[in-house]
């Protein structure tokens, strides 16, 4: 079960504590068409910033082999294959594969935001792509997210109340971190179906995982560090700024260079 947001006024109220929700598609201040996945994927996987990860239990040739043609295999053949892949830095496609992406998702989104009362340090989309069978790790980010699904589905995972599962003191000493979810009660986890045009908002500092489906999976992540409204923190944001204040050398360490998926 998963509500829906569907006025900023609770947008403002529930973004404070977990568990996710969706924002209703009537809420999202853009309008944007990206290339297809197909496209994207062609030409980002040549960028040297961009992480593969191909998955399952290859033969070890396999693996190589495609490791190795990841860049150059007809690209049809690449979606073909499970794996994942990433990008944290998609400014430097501003001016060519996602021209106008700045002026018609991302200005339009701090807008809202600031009208709403918020402030934040970093605001940033980041791309995640997989193909049949593709996941992500088990893993918390620190940077509440708000998740796009632009093409094919994914099931996106997480807890109704994480607190039970992990305080934001062990998500901060990355205790989540893992290939696969550990063992778990199905009934205490929030899986949410997603398809095209589907907006979550991801809680900071909240363990969870995604998987995909059968075809190329596409979406879009708006992460945002430092997120307040009105001058506070969300509860497990706080205790990572409490954190952070006892270790003021590790704030230079979280950004985009360790972001975790
Ligand atoms: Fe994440």
Redesign the pocket.
């Known amino acids: 079960m998963i509500d829906t947001i569907a006025t900023p006024g609770e947008f403002t109220q529930r973004w404070m504590d977990p568990p996710n929700f969706y924002l209703a598609p009537h809420l999202r201040p853009f309008r944007f068409t990206l290339p297809r996945a197909l496209e994207i994927l062609d030409v980002i996987r040549n960028d040297d910033e961009v992480r593969f990860t191909l998955l399952g239990d290859l033969d070890p040739g396999i693996r190589s082999t495609r490791t190795r043609a990841f860049r150059q295999a007809p690209v049809e053949e690449v979606a073909q294959w499970p794996f994942r892949l990433v990008h944290f830095h998609l400014a430097r496609f501003y001016d060519d594969l996602l021209a106008g992406f700045q002026e018609e998702v991302m200005i339009p989104w701090r807008t809202f935001l600031s009208a709403h009362g918020f402030t934040w340090q970093r605001c940033s989309p980041l791309l995640f792509l997989s193909g049949p069978g593709g996941h992500?790790t088990y893993?918390?980010?620190q940077s509440h997210?708000l998740v796009w699904q632009i093409e094919g589905a994914k099931t996106f995972h997480s807890y109704y109340a994480p607190e039970e599962v992990m305080s934001a003191a062990a998500a901060i000493r990355c205790e989540s971190t893992g290939e696969h979810p550990p063992l778990h009660d199905a009934r205490t986890v929030q899986a949410v179906r997603m398809g095209p045009g589907d907006l979550l908002w991801?809680h900071v500092l909240t363990p969870?995982?995604?998987t995909g489906d059968t075809t190329l999976s596409m979406s879009v992540?708006l992460s945002h560090g430092g997120l307040a409204r009105q001058g506070r923190f969300a509860q497990r944001e706080q205790v990572l700024r409490d954190h952070w204040d006892k270790h003021p050398d590790e704030p230079w360490l979280t950004d985009l260079r360790n972001?975790?998926?």
Do not use: K, L, P
């Open positions: 992500s893993h918390t980010d997210g991801s969870h995982w995604v992540n972001a975790r998926y």
